[in-house]
């Protein structure tokens, strides 16, 4: 299976445009998907620094959905993590550094079971700050990622949408 590392970039692009915690609902889904793009990608949240959004908070997996949905949208395969884990017998924890995450991935990578390989990874990092105002709380977040070819290890390229501020109720 030849690469296109190009429509995956391309694919990228589109998610940074879309934002991350923008509502899909109203987003219609393309009648068929770009066959050139048929690559299977497992996405992987690294939550090492203890400054980062950890995979158990309600922002970590909405920013997983809406990557691993803005992908499918785009006609790539989304290998599921956590349904590798249940298959494979893991347990996943919280607070992996990115070395743990490629070795998850590469070790998938050498079951017999197809569905359970992927050929690219796409590494996501969410950072949050928090600061309290006399009136409201102000919430800034960052996400910031990296693309990974599984079988070459070579690195694809990185992708960071704008940073967010948001009000919260003190």
């Known amino acids: ?18 934002g991350v915690l923008t509502a899909c609902a109203s987003i219609p889904y393309p009648a068929h998907a770009q066959s050139q793009n048929n690559i299977p990608v497992i996405v992987m949240g690294e939550d090492e620094d203890p400054m980062s959004v950890g995979r158990k908070s309600d922002i970590f ?5 809406e990557l691993k949905d803005s992908m499918l949208r785009h006609g790539f395969r989304i290998r599921d993590e956590e349904m590798i884990a249940v298959d494979l017998g893991w347990k996943i924890v ?8 490629v070795e998850a991935a590469k070790l998938a990578n050498q ?55 948001y009000s919260a109720p003190q």
């Open 111 to 165: 079951e017999a079971k197809a569905s359970l390989r992927s050929r690219a990874l796409a590494l996501f990092r969410i950072h949050a700050n928090k600061k309290d105002l006399s009136y409201t709380t102000k919430v800034e977040t960052r996400i910031a990622g990296e693309l990974y070819d599984l079988e070459s290890n070579e690195f694809l390229g990185s992708f960071e949408l704008p940073k967010k501020t």
């Open 94 to 101: 919280e607070r992996r550094p990115k070395t743990q995450l």
């Open 61 to 65: 997996k909405r920013v997983m959905a």
């Open 1 to 18: 299976m030849k690469f296109h590392i190009k429509a995956f970039r391309h694919a990228m692009s589109a998610i940074m445009a879309f």
